[in-house]
T-cell receptor, first 114, second 112 residues
């Protein structure tokens, strides 16, 4: 149980284009999902908290107009990187909260912006 | 806000030996402490967690201990195997916050 999927697993795009990443909880409903960013050999950095049916809460320093988050259902949250630039290249990971505290992570999406 | 320190940053052990990774936290209100294992190119996998009303929890070769007074918790892996090689992250969260604050990770290498 507690399986979280992400799609795509990797994506390469040109600078200036937008990329959408999907995060799904496959066997449970998640009212809250989280989006993280991870640079090589570093820890996870929380970008935003996504609550079903309401606006996402962004961490300090994260541009909400650049990283659009939608959580339209209890099993799906999406992260759209708008007007992507090479500095946005990173490993993006989502997690879904299965209980009061437990978070289960997706496999991650490797974004490369050329 | 919460701050989590994790040590060591790298750990190399021989197969069959034990490995211990330690974390300290700053917010006394934190009450949930999970440990994640992350293999290269994959997402973190929850391997064990502990809540503040418990001092120790064990699951086969993995155990976690919590000292609330000292605000530190540790991961213990016994009889290590090469497949235990990965990066391990500790984290902490408080009941008032849904957020997890992560340590910087420990790269564990188990040598055959």
């Amino acid at each position: 149980g507690a399986v979280v999927s992400q799609h795509p697993s990797w994506v390469i795009c040109k600078s200036g284009t937008s990329v959408k990443i999907e995060c799904r909880s496959l066997d449970f409903q998640a009212t809250t999902m989280f989006w993280y960013r991870q640079f090589p050999k570093q820890s996870l950095m929380l970008m935003a908290t996504s609550n079903e049916g309401s606006k996402a809460t962004y961490e300090q320093g994260v541009e909400k107009d650049k990283f659009l988050i939608n959580h339209a259902s209890l099993t799906l949250s999406t992260l759209t990187v708008t007007s992507a630039h090479p500095e946005d290249s990173s490993f993006y990971i989502c997690s879904a909260r299965a209980s009061v505290s437990e978070q289960f992570f997706g496999p991650g999406t490797r974004l490369t912006v050329l | 806000g919460e701050n989590v320190e994790q040590h060591p940053s790298t750990l190399s052990v021989q197969e069959g030996d034990s490995a211990v990774i330690k974390c300290t936290y700053s917010d006394s209100a934190s009450n949930y402490f999970p440990w994640y294992k992350q293999e290269l190119g994959k997402g973190p996998q929850l391997i064990i967690d502990i809540r503040s009303n418990v001092g120790e929890k064990k699951d086969q070769r993995i155990a976690v201990t919590l000292n609330k007074t000292a605000k530190h918790f540790s991961l213990h892996i016994t009889e290590t195997q090469p497949e235990d090689s990965a990066v391990y992250f500790c984290a902490a969260s408080s009941g008032g916050s849904e957020k997890l604050v992560f340590g910087k990770g420990t790269k564990l290498t188990v040598n055959p």
